[in-house]
T-cell receptor, first 111, second 114 residues
Framework: TQLLEQSPQFLSIQEGENLTVYCNSS?????LQWYRQEPGEGPVLLVT?????EVKKLKRLTFQFGDARKDSSLHITAAQPGDTGLYLC???????????FGGGTRVLVKP | EAGVTQFPSHSVIEKGQTVTLRCDPI?????LYWYRRVMGKEIKFLLH????????ESGMPNNRFLAERTGGTYSTLKVQPAELEDSGVYFC????????????FGPGTRLTVL
């Protein structure tokens, strides 16, 4: 059983459309991170959300941390082919000093 | 500043053989982590070094896996003897400090055990 459930596992959309990726857990995390991974490379950190209810924006990407710090979402507005990739959420618990990853969402944006 | 590097990028071995993976963290990063992604599963934590000391090795699958970080610089992860279920991508990450400092990931080593 995964501690962090990501949905959907795969998303295929047309350029210009919006998309949302969800990351849900029954556990509370001190922070939650979103990564993007390209083929042949390791995950690259996009953003860290720390406070319950926090919203962070990175250009067309909007990240939200749930009030209870158990879930998060990533919303991409007007997706472009360059947004294609594997998006991973990862929770951090200070007690363990390690990251717990979700299964990932593979996003394909067609031109 | 050079990023985290891992060697080799790919390794194909037969069941029962030994393989050693290497990770060179970013210079000055005391914290070094190993993670693994098995096909179809999420990336999972294996262990965490602070300098040369193992801080947490709770994610190591079994005693066929041995990680070292002599001198607190690069780290090696040895699998001996390798089994089919060890196939996957092994990632190394490093961070300057512990706590919630950003972890920078290497490109990973893809291990295939036949």
């Amino acid at each position: 059983t995964q501690l962090l459930e990501q949905s959907p596992q795969f998303l295929s959309i047309q350029e210009g459309e919006n998309l949302t990726v969800y990351c849900n857990s029954s556990s509370v995390f001190s922070s939650l991170q979103w990564y993007r991974q390209e083929p042949g490379e390791g995950p690259v950190l996009l953003v860290t959300v720390v406070t319950g209810g926090e919203v962070k924006k990175l250009k067309r990407l909007t990240f939200q941390f749930g009030d209870a710090r158990k879930d998060s979402s990533l919303h991409i507005t007007a997706a472009q082919p360059g947004d294609t990739g594997l998006y991973l959420c990862a929770g951090y618990k200070a007690a363990g000093n390690k990251l717990t990853f979700g299964g990932g969402t593979r996003v394909l944006v067609k031109p | 500043e050079a990023g985290v590097t891992q060697f080799p990028s790919h390794s194909v071995i037969e069941k029962g053989q030994t393989v050693t993976l290497r990770c060179d963290p970013i210079s000055g990063h005391d914290n070094l982590y190993w993670y693994r992604r098995v096909m179809g599963k999420e990336i999972k934590f294996l262990l965490h070094f602070v300098k040369e000391s193992k801080q947490d090795e709770s994610g190591m699958p079994n005693n066929r896996f041995l990680a070292e970080r002599t001198g607190g610089t690069y780290s090696t992860l040895k699998v001996q003897p390798a089994e089919l279920e060890d196939s996957g991508v092994y990632f190394c990450a490093s961070s300057r400090q512990g706590s919630e400092d950003t972890q920078y990931f290497g490109p990973g080593t893809r291990l295939t055990v036949l």
